[in-house]
């Protein structure tokens, strides 16, 4: 019998045992948690029960919860895409003075802590600041733009922008820059040259950078609660309220699950999608 | 086989250096402590004073660890197979959450001579913890834009349900201590008790729906935050804050309110095997000590309970401090709030948090 060679493994030891330690024990000792019950004169009681998921999905509260975490976290990857991709093109273009300007700009907001970064968007969004007299300057007094959607909307947006950015100029890249010149002189115009050679090229990096922002916007607390508000609740601003103020561990682990659930279903569905369809789908 | 060998010997390299990562628990040193308690002021106050008063007293150093009350619990709950801190100081709620838990460890009142000096009800049956401080809940208002708008100062936790405060009132969310105070007071107020808190939601949604309500603060930062830009002009908030801020000379002045203002407590709790049990006792002896219950009166504005405790006349105006002003203060049945709070938080979400 053949010894399998030990080296590779090694390789991947270090990571995997990091990995196996610090990711996969942990949630499967919150999966395990999530069916645990609870009670607040009690704390946890270590029996099998279904009442946390139970408690999340037989109620239309919650359920509207789950409804707008995920019509947020669709918002924020469609509109990271509309911001991010014409950056992305532009990277490809710009000289690497211009390109590494523009980089550390789109990378700027991550090197704030996200308290900071959120409370300065208080402060431009709130009472007399800057969103508010822009409005009244242009004729629309008294817009209250702190604690919407929207809000959370720009918040998340501006923090995630650069993963889409970097993941998509990372698609465009591997393209050799003979292609759009080649689709140019067969008489693509610029519209055509976007529809039918950069968009299905650069398909993987699109579908990357969703996965990747879809999956941090759902997860996002401090942008939702503090932008957000009080009334606008996410499955993250329940999970630390029943974690945090309450000790309900076992339901908040019913709602991480959830939320994990989810998040994996929606990204297997959309890698799903891009594999079948891969580049050659997109051209008619 | 050589490469097997190498292998090995890296596996074992590898486990060595997990193990050295996760070495136990320092041993634990009698000369350290370790409190888990709020940031902010009182954080401040404790290390660039108390602590180092402290060190140079006995010898003992102090490890603060900051957090919020919640979170700090939290984790004591997490930790509670390896207890990390030493002394958690917090409210009465989790005083009574931690207890019922089980994650508190009685006092050894033979070390804490202070302990004697302390005003009636402080110690606790069983010495399960010691009540440290006396706070109360009142409200906080903008006295520039009061006085720009010709308004009196108020004077009743109803006012913030005038009409003239349209848009002017703010409130924190149900996550934090001072809006369980509110809804069990309001419940009171209107005909029900901390077991009947609906005639309190209906009353805070009124204030909602009268449009009164500009603002909701999800942390005591926030709030500050939100009265700084006068999004709101009036609100609720603890002693200590409304009284620093006052003290920072913000135009900010809290009051109590004729009803009462709301008293809650602060305890002091040694972890049930905290790592330094002894050293523990001597920092709750410190804490507990006149002149030191007078400083964090003076300085972080929460009330002392040691009978010995001088305050200066201004700190002694308006902090919870004396037979009657004690006995001016609405008392509220913390039992009932800490075993309705999942019910009461449900319910706020539902009500008030809805659009």
Not at chain 1, 154 to 175: D, E, R, Y
Not at chain 2, 44 to 56: D, G, I, N, S, V
Not at chain 2, 263 to 290: S, T
């Amino acid at each position: 019998m053949r010894r399998r060679p030990l080296l590779p493994l090694l390789l991947v030891a270090p990571a995997a045992l990091l990995f196996l330690v610090f990711f996969v024990a942990p949630l499967v000792t919150l999966a395990i948690n999530s069916f645990y019950d609870y009670s607040r004169m009690r704390g946890i009681i270590e029996v099998f029960t279904l009442k946390n998921y139970q408690r999340l999905w037989l109620d239309e509260y919650y359920l509207a919860i789950i409804g707008r975490t995920f019509r947020l976290s669709g918002t924020v990857s469609l509109v990271t895409l509309l911001v991010g991709y014409p950056i992305a093109l532009y990277l490809i273009v710009a000289t690497p003075r211009a390109k590494s300007i523009v980089i550390a700009m789109i990378l700027s907001p991550l090197l704030v802590s996200v308290i900071v970064r959120t409370f300065g968007w208080a402060v431009i969004m709130g009472k007399n600041g800057l969103v508010e007299q822009a409005f009244a300057a242009i004729g629309i007094p008294d817009i209250a733009f702190l604690h919407t959607e929207a809000a959370v909307v720009v918040g998340l947006v501006n923090v995630l922008t650069p993963f889409m950015v970097l993941a998509i100029a990372t698609s465009l890249q591997s393209m050799d820059p003979s292609v759009p010149l080649a689709a140019t002189s067969l008489g693509a115009g610029p519209w055509d040259l976007l529809r039918r050679v950069l968009l299905p090229l650069s398909l993987p990096g699109i579908t990357a950078g969703l996965l990747i922002v879809f999956g941090l916007s759902s997860a996002s607390f401090v942008t939702p609660a503090v932008l957000g508000g009080s009334q606008f609740k996410v499955l993250s601003v329940i999970m630390y309220q029943q974690a945090v103020v309450l000790q309900n561990w076992p339901f908040a682990a019913a709602v991480a699950v959830t939320l994990m659930v989810i998040v994996l279903v929606v990204q297997g569905i959309q890698h799903r999608v891009s594999e079948r369809g891969g580049p050659q789908a997109m051209i008619p | 086989m050589t490469t097997r060998r190498m292998g090995r010997r890296a596996a074992t390299g590898l486990l060595g250096a997990a193990a050295l990562g996760m070495r136990p628990r320092r041993a634990a040193a009698a000369n350290e402590v370790v409190f888990a308690s709020f940031g902010g002021a009182v954080e401040q106050y404790f290390r660039k004073t108390l602590m180092p008063q402290f060190e140079q007293e006995t010898g003992i150093k102090v490890t603060y660890v900051v957090g919020t009350a919640m979170s700090l619990y939290s984790r004591v709950l997490a930790t509670r197979n390896r207890p990390e801190v030493d002394i958690y100081w917090a409210n009465d709620l989790l005083h009574i959450a931690g207890k019922q838990a089980g994650v508190y460890a009685p006092l050894d009142a033979k070390a804490i001579p202070n302990l004697d000096k302390l005003v009636d009800g402080a110690r606790q049956p069983g010495e399960m913890g010691v009540m440290s401080q006396v706070a109360s809940t009142g409200l906080q208002y903008n006295t520039e834009k009061f006085r720009q708008a010709g308004w009196q100062k108020p004077t009743s936790w109803l006012d913030l349900w005038d009409p003239k405060f349209k848009g002017k009132v703010a409130l924190y969310s149900i996550n934090v201590l001072y809006s369980q105070e509110l809804l069990a007071l309001m419940a009171k107020l209107s005909g029900g008790s901390e077991a009947n808190i609906a005639p309190g939601l209906k009353k805070i949604k009124e204030l909602k729906d009268m449009g009164n309500v500009s603002a909701v603060a999800g942390t005591p930062a926030e709030m500050d935050n939100i009265l700084a830009q006068g999004q709101a002009w009036i609100t609720y908030n603890g002693c200590n804050r409304g009284l620093s801020a006052r003290l920072s000379g913000a135009p900010l002045d809290f009051v109590n309110p004729k009803e009462g203002a709301i008293q809650y407590n602060l305890f002091l709790d040694p972890i049930k095997g905290g790592p330094n049990p002894g050293p523990a006792m001597k920092f709750i002896d410190f804490l507990i000590r006149a002149d030191i219950q007078a400083k964090i009166a003076e300085n972080i504005f929460y009330g002392p309970v040691n009978r010995e405790a001088k305050l200066s006349p201004e700190a002694a105006a308006v902090l919870p401090y004396g037979p009657a002003a004690l006995k001016a203060l609405v008392q509220l049945d913390r039992e009932v709030m800490n075993r309705e709070l999942d019910s009461w938080l449900d319910q706020w979400n539902r009500v008030i948090d809805a659009k």
